[in-house]
């Protein structure tokens, strides 16, 4: 099992920043994906970035605003949110897809419990 647990979110101005965090645990042999979505009421999840072989991908949404980033060593993600706006308020969740250690070699696809970005005027 991985268990993900994510930190960081909370009320900002618009124009500020926030900076979200991941770590995950449990059994992981590797990390193969990590990624960042949000839910804003009403609407459907979707993608914020995410980031694989070190490359990282942006929804057009946020581009030159976010950034993706993970450390291999600690099995976390981050995502670092300038220039945040109104239309960034939203529950974000953290995915990572991981080589599990335990059953050996499978691919588990595991979400965190989400975490409120709320931007004001």
């Known amino acids: 099992q991985v268990q993900l647990a994510e930190s960081g979110g909370g009320l900002v101005q618009a124009g500020g920043s926030l900076r979200l965090s991941c770590a995950a645990s449990g059994s992981i042999f590797s990390i193969k994906k990590r990624g960042w979505y949000r839910q804003a009421p009403g609407k459907q999840r979707e993608l914020v970035a995410t980031?694989?072989?070190?490359?990282?991908d942006y929804a057009d949404s946020v581009k030159g605003r976010f950034t993706i980033s993970g450390d291999n060593t600690k099995n976390t993600v981050y995502l670092q949110m300038n220039s945040l706006k109104r239309e960034d308020t939203a529950v974000y969740y953290c995915?990572?897809?991981?080589?599990?250690?335990?059953?050996?070699?499978?691919?588990?696809?595991?979400w965190g419990q989400g975490t409120q970005v709320t931007v004001s005027p």
């Open positions: 980031i694989t072989g070190g490359v990282p």
């Open positions: 995915n990572v897809v991981v080589i599990t250690t335990t059953p050996k070699g499978q691919l588990s696809n595991s």
